[in-house]
Nanobody
Framework: QVQLVESGGGLVQPGGSLRLSCAASGSIFSFNAMGWYRQAPGKERELVAAITSDGRTNYADSVKGRFTISRDDAKNTVYLQMTSLKPEDTAVYYC?????????WGKGTLVTVST
């Protein structure tokens, strides 16, 4: 059983930065992929960024050039560095691990971008 715990959310002004962390209970180097999703009020959950076990990354068009996903296999942690944040980035951000055909989710961390 994989457990994922997100941290790093909070309130930030437009143009600011935050770094989200996702700590996994297992060895992430064996996971097929890990990613960050988000869900804004009244909207469906959407993929923000993903990273495969060999380091390939994928981003939503809306965050390209502003967000960076990375992984530290030694710490079993995946990060999402977010810069130039916009009000439309406000959402609950969820960590996801895809492993042996199954998806695992964290409970989420709230990011609010507002003045």
């Amino acid at each position: 059983q994989v457990q994922l715990v997100e941290s790093g959310g909070g309130l930030v002004q437009p143009g600011g930065s935050l770094r989200l962390s996702c700590a996994a209970s297992g060895s992430i180097f064996s996971f097929n992929a890990m990613g960050w999703y988000r869900q804004a009020p009244g909207k469906e959950r959407e993929l923000v960024a993903a990273i495969t076990s060999d380091g390939r990354t994928n981003y939503a068009d809306s965050v390209k050039g502003r967000f960076t996903i990375s992984r530290d296999d030694a710490k079993n942690t995946v990060y999402l560095q977010m810069t130039s944040l916009k009000p439309e980035d406000t959402a609950v951000y969820y960590c996801n691990a895809h492993h042996l055909g199954l998806d695992y989710w964290g409970k989420g961390t709230l990011v609010t971008v507002s003045t």
